[in-house]
């Protein structure tokens, strides 16, 4: 494989079958944060619903143009705070805010609404044209009323999570709060920003004031899905998911519904859990098609359950939706994994071509180039580049992934001390993630660490027993030549 040499320059209700029996969970109900720091824009947002059993999901609304013009309403509230709205409704009010911007060019909060809605029709669909448009809107909107923008200011911070650079975001984020101080909506986007940095100590503080806030019950759905995802950082796996299930018990619209459905999906597959994952991700397609994160969840999900073939047509439907990088890669070591070596460069290849698309309008794609580079093309190519994202932005991801570039180089030593802060709750690691765990295990297995290696490999297998098709073979093979771990000698009488 060749590296890549592209660096840039600078209606429906929504019962799930078979549901979970409850479990037990802590009764830390403690409201947070909202949807996604990108997830402001254009296409319909995208967190994720799961409706909980004993509460039926909100009727469709009824059509007609009364129904339309709520529609639209919900949807700028949607854009302008982070909650899920469906795809249709956003690309409606696209248009009707280029429309009005048009007539009225003086309205800066039509110029912030549309560039918050680009950044989301985006995220949503890989329309990489929308971050440009995105960013000339919101610089518009401040030019027109610069004092107290805080709609623009988070709409630039959500864009900038959206493009990967933490920096600006969290530049535009503080300033947004400097602004609007008790305005919940900026501290989502403003934690992802600090987690983006590694700032974990800045994470918590926003996080404790964001909850010291009262929100209003339209909200309080994507208050707590953002909490769900802040906890699942933690390895809270408990909290988590009794924080995604009542914030699908309280969403009103079917977009809710499916967005916090594909995180209750994620959070399942992540614990190894194939079948509740895929009926999560199932209910989340059947009430939002485009929803694109859930198609690829399904793709996982029937790998995992071996079901190959429709495992294939899941991944394809999310490359439909949105042809994004990640679940490029996803497929591409679906088939290598299956010895369809020709098909697999086929998607790496159109990796390769998202990716340039991408760099051109503005993403900083290092993170994903070297995931790719590590395992399949260059490298040293793979460490210059995480090492370069780990100067500038630090987070637990980047430290695994530089973990694994240095390990994939030869450079063991240095590789554990990444791997181990990803690992390593007290270095802000704590996220229990397969994939981490089994880079660290490799990488002591290489450096005779037999012990730790066993526990690491053991704890990957536990975590998630299908993980990855290419690496779960490998972790199984290298358990299997460690073999047991020696009985403790008996201490001197």
Request: overall charge neutral.
């Amino acid at each position: 494989m060749c590296a890549l040499d592209n660096r840039p320059s600078g209606p429906a209700t929504s019962l799930l079958p078979e549901p979970e029996p409850p479990r037990r969970r802590r009764v830390l109900r403690r409201l947070l944060i909202v949807g996604l720091a990108g997830s402001a824009a254009a296409c319909g947002a995208l967190l994720l619903w799961h409706p909980h059993p004993s509460h039926p999901a909100a009727p469709p609304a009824a059509a007609g143009p009364q129904a339309q013009r709520q529609s639209t309403a919900q949807v700028v509230t949607a854009v302008v705070n982070g909650v899920p709205a469906a795809l249709p409704d956003l690309t409606t009010l696209i248009g009707e805010r280029e429309a009005r911007v048009r007539a009225q060019p003086r309205d800066a909060r039509a110029w912030a609404v549309l560039g918050a809605a680009y950044v989301e029709r985006a995220t949503r669909t890989a329309g990489v044209a929308d971050y440009p448009r995105a960013e000339r809107a919101l610089q518009t909107s401040l030019e027109v009323s610069a004092k107290g923008n805080a709609e623009a200011l988070r709409g630039l911070t959500a864009l900038a999570n959206a493009r990967r650079d933490f920096p600006e975001a969290k530049r535009f984020g503080e300033e947004a709060l400097r602004a609007a101080p008790k305005q919940w909506s900026t501290y989502p986007a403003l934690i992802d920003a600090y987690n983006g940095l590694g700032d974990y100590k800045a994470a918590r503080s926003a996080l404790d004031k964001l909850m010291a806030l009262r929100v209003g019950a339209d909200v309080k759905p994507a208050v707590m899905a953002r909490a769900s995802a802040v906890y699942r950082d933690r390895g809270w796996r408990e909290d988590a998911v009794a924080q995604v299930t009542d914030a699908a018990a309280a969403a009103r619209t079917p977009a809710e519904q499916a967005a916090y459905l594909s995180q209750a999906g994620q959070l399942a597959w992540e614990r190894g859990d194939r079948d509740d994952a895929l009926r999560h991700f199932r209910a989340a397609v059947d009430l939002d098609p485009d929803l694109s994160a859930a198609r690829a969840g399904q793709g996982r999900a029937l790998a995992a359950l071996g079901r190959t073939q429709d495992a294939l047509t899941a991944y394809q439907g999310a490359l439909a939706h949105r042809p994004s990088p990640q679940v490029f890669l996803e497929l591409g070591e679906l088939y290598e994994s299956l010895g369809l070596g020709r098909e697999a460069d086929t998607q790496y290849a159109a990796l390769r071509a998202q990716v340039q698309r991408e760099l051109a309008a503005g993403i900083d794609d290092d993170l994903l180039i070297g995931r790719y580079e590590e395992d399949h093309g260059d490298v040293q190519e793979a460490v210059q580049r995480l090492t370069a994202e780990w100067e500038r932005q630090p987070g637990i991801e980047v430290a695994d992934a530089l973990g694994w570039a240095l390990h994939r180089a030869g450079d063991d030593k240095e590789a554990l001390r990444y791997a181990s802060i990803a690992t390593d709750s007290t270095k802000g690691g704590g996220v229990r993630s397969a994939p981490y765990a089994f880079h660290r295990g490799m990488i002591e297995r290489d450096l005779e660490l037999e012990a730790p290696a066993r526990r690491h490999l053991q704890d990957a297998l536990r975590i998630n027993p299908y993980f990855s098709p290419l690496q779960v073979p490998v972790a199984k093979a290298t358990l299997a030549a460690l073999g047991q771990e020696p009985p403790e000698e008996p201490l001197p009488g």
